[in-house]
């Protein structure tokens, strides 16, 4: 069965730490995404990354960075975490133009 | 920003009643997917549909799609107690994997 898979269900970090966040998948999808879900906003696209080494920004990027060496991994960092970045992130990948397939999510806080 | 509309935002209903959702979207598209998400975990894929159809049916749940109005609704007849979710509808952009995803219909049914 497919299976995408964040590291962390819950994750507690301080103001100003690097925070990584991982994801892996093992369905061979060439599509990748980060996206943070907030009450009242809906889901949005933080990166994405098409390819091995690929990575396109989504619509809100700042404050984040990401990293895809390998296929099935795709990595989010958050550079210098702040309070307003506690939030639920979501992993999902995909081929194509076919649905994506998430995980869990990685309840993220920020003290 | 969001390009993807549910109506309603919130929708409670009686188990044994049918509920339905609303989709609207601006963009051209190859299919249009709707998800479920269950309080504190990920998206699951529930239905795709493509932009030559105009119905499709899985169990209880009925999609239909108006391309001319760039609109969709689910409909999912019978409600349970367990179908309580959020539901969202998404559009990849044509030939790519990146999709824009509705605010949700938070659906609660009551036993």
């Known amino acids: 069965d497919v299976k995408v898979t964040q590291s962390s269900r819950y994750l507690v970090k301080r103001t100003g730490e690097k925070v990584f966040l991982e994801c892996v998948q093992d369905?061979?999808?060439?599509?990748m995404f980060w996206y943070r879900q907030d009450p009242g906003l809906g889901l949005r696209l933080i990166y994405f990354?098409?390819?091995?080494?690929?990575?396109e920004k989504g619509d809100i990027p700042e404050g984040y960075s990401v990293s895809r060496e390998k296929k099935e991994r795709f990595s989010l960092i958050l550079e210098s975490a702040s309070t307003n970045q506690t939030s639920m992130y979501l992993c999902?990948?995909?081929?194509?133009?076919?649905?994506?397939?998430f995980g869990d999510g990685t309840r993220l806080s920020i003290l | 920003s969001q390009q993807g509309e549910e109506d309603p935002q919130a929708l409670s209903i009686q188990e044994g009643e049918n509920a339905t959702m609303n989709c609207s979207y601006k963009t051209s598209i190859n299919n249009l997917q709707w998800y479920r998400q269950n309080s504190g975990r990920g998206l699951v894929h529930l239905i795709l549909i493509r932009s030559n159809e105009r119905e499709k049916h899985s169990g209880r749940l009925r999609v239909t799609l108006d391309t001319s109005k760039k609109s969709s609704s689910l409909l999912i007849t019978a409600s349970r107690a367990a179908d309580t979710a959020s539901y969202f509808c998404?559009?990849?952009?044509?030939?790519?994997?990146?999709?824009?995803f509705g605010d949700g219909t938070t659906l609660t049914v009551k036993p």
């Open positions: 369905m061979d999808h060439e599509n």
């Open positions: 998404a559009t990849p952009a044509p030939n790519a994997g990146k999709s824009t």
């Open positions: 999902a990948s995909s081929s194509r133009d076919q649905p994506q397939h």
């Open positions: 990354s098409y390819d091995v080494k690929m990575k």
